[in-house]
């Protein structure tokens, strides 16, 4: 029987990409009986839900859920596949919810936030505040159904599901890349170009596991790909604009560092430490005073723009920069401003 299976799995971007090939010997079958003997742990219903949505092609062709297999056809299927670690409780903690119809919750989340349950962080978490707020005032019970996630110290615009068909379709856009997402961040450095793209496979460190890295041979990892647009300079610092081509692990944080542009107050990427500036007294307290203000990487999901899964318009969610970012943006035009001062007199 020949069968090629390959499983692709994005790591920010919850959805598995399956491509499958029929043996020669083939019997005729429904697609989505044909693929509950292929895919583990999957529901009818959400293959179903997946073909409905265009998720299913065979041959390159979209088709129905009632479609039969047939000899040497090439399936491919995109599937959302949210994290199932751990049971999910209900907890009362405090969320800004942007907007919320019958298909869709658009979240600002708070830095320091985790997305979901998992390893070290099992409740209080932004999907147990979501199933809070679904129970009270004697909603229907629903669980969040996630599509993406944002790192815990990112702050910023957030989207999630409320059933499975918008969950689906939603799946596809960010397969497709045509979900549109700009962040902004303050990195080390200045650029030499007002814009500018940043490409490198992306990967686990095979030193530390708990970070990523860049393979610029192009052999291991995924591909990766950064748009950037400088929107104020500081000398030693520059506050960017990012838009997400991919969404791999870390993507921002790890190909800026990368670029030679770690962020600001990144722990994880080396960007907590003075990399760039005077070593004066004076200099060296200014920018630990903004490591104070901002314990966390300088970097806010701005806006999220997509096609609405039910009435099939593009909207977009934007948001303000967090106060902690802003206090420091504010504070570096002041010290920028108070040498230029300094210079002329």
Same mark, same amino acid.
């Given at each position: ?51 409905? $949505? ?7 062709? +979209?088709?129905?859920? =009632? ?34 119809? =019958? ?37 229907? #019970? ?10 815990? =110290?990112? +702050?910023?615009?957030? #989207? ?63 591909? $990766? ?13 520059? #506050? ?27 722990? +994880? ?77």
């Amino acid at each position: 029987m020949i069968d090629e299976f390959d499983v692709a799995e994005e790591e920010q971007e919850l959805y598995e990409h399956y491509h499958i090939i029929a043996d020669k010997g083939q019997a005729l079958l429904r697609i989505d009986k044909f693929l509950l003997n292929r895919i583990e742990g999957v529901s009818r219903s959400k293959i179903q839900n997946a073909a409905h $949505a265009g998720n299913i092609l065979v041959n390159d062709v +979209s088709i129905k859920p =009632n479609y039969k297999v047939k000899p040497g056809d090439v399936i491919s299927i995109v599937l959302a596949n949210p994290p199932r670690e751990v049971e999910l409780i209900p907890e009362d903690i405090p969320i800004t919810i942007v907007h919320e119809d =019958n298909d869709i919750i658009v979240i600002n989340k708070e830095a320091g936030l985790v997305v979901h349950p998992g390893h070290g962080n099992y409740t209080g978490t932004m999907v147990n505040a979501l199933i809070y707020h679904f129970q009270k005032d004697g909603k229907e #019970l629903l669980n969040p159904l996630l599509v993406h996630r944002i790192d815990k =110290n990112t +702050s910023g615009i957030i #989207l999630v599901a409320k059933n499975e068909m918008a969950q689906a379709k939603l799946a596809k856009e960010f397969f497709e890349h045509t979900i549109k997402r700009k962040y902004v961040a303050l990195v080390w450095g200045d650029f030499q170009e007002d814009e500018g793209t940043i490409t490198g496979n992306i990967g686990r460190n095979p030193k530390d596991r708990k970070v990523m890295t860049v393979f610029p041979d192009g052999e291991t990892g995924r591909t $990766a790909i950064t748009h950037y647009k400088v929107l104020e300079r500081f000398g030693y610092i520059t #506050l960017i604009e990012c838009q997400l081509e991919t969404g791999r692990t870390h993507q921002i944080r790890v190909h800026l560092k990368y670029a030679g542009h770690p962020l600001f107050n990144d722990e +994880s990427y080396g960007g907590n430490i003075i990399l760039k500036g005077t070593t004066f007294t004076k200099y060296k307290q200014f920018v630990e005073n903004c490591f104070k203000i901002l314990p966390r990487q300088a970097l806010h999901a701005k806006s999220l723009g997509f096609i609405h899964p039910s009435t099939g318009k593009y909207i977009l969610f934007d948001s303000e920069m967090p106060e902690d970012m802003q206090s420091v943006i504010d504070k570096w035009r002041r010290y920028i401003s108070d040498k230029k001062n300094e210079f002329e007199e």
